[in-house]
Nanobody, 117 residues
Framework: QAQLVESGGGLVQAGGSLRLSCKAP???????????MAWYHQAPGKQRELVAS???????NYVDSVKGRFTISRDNSRKTVYLQMDNLQFEDTGVYYC????????WGQGTQVTVSS
């Protein structure tokens, strides 16, 4: 069973919304809860980049390009991190992954987001 499982991607028109989920099924709750988790975006032909992070106490940070459009949240009882993506733009296209802020878990397969203009 994978360490991280992302889902929720799809094809959407510019201005639309998606909600991504990332589950950590193998992790015990007491390990997951204090972790600072993050979402990463890998655009076609580019490196994977941090998009948003959330601490164990639910403090959040976002890169400037997604502020006001994306919202990261978590449900510790489900060992799940979410990324609500609103007002999607063409440049948001790519594969989205989750991991800790230290990137020290095995990467999942990611979930593809395609925004049509």
């Amino acid at each position: 069973q994978a360490q991280l499982v992302e889902s929720g991607g799809g094809l959407v028109q510019a201005g639309g919304s998606l909600r991504l989920s990332c589950k950590a099924p193998r992790m015990i709750t007491s390990t997951f809860n204090p972790l600072t988790m993050a979402w990463y975006h890998q655009a076609p032909g580019k490196q994977r980049e941090l998009v948003a992070s959330i601490t164990g106490s639910r403090g959040t940070n976002y890169v400037d390009s997604v502020k006001g459009r994306f919202t990261i949240s978590r449900d510790n009882s489900r060992k799940t991190v979410y990324l609500q993506m609103d007002n999607l733009q063409f440049e948001d296209t790519g594969v989205y992954y989750c991991n800790t802020i230290a990137r020290d878990l095995h990467w999942g397969q990611g979930t593809q987001v395609t925004v049509s203009s």
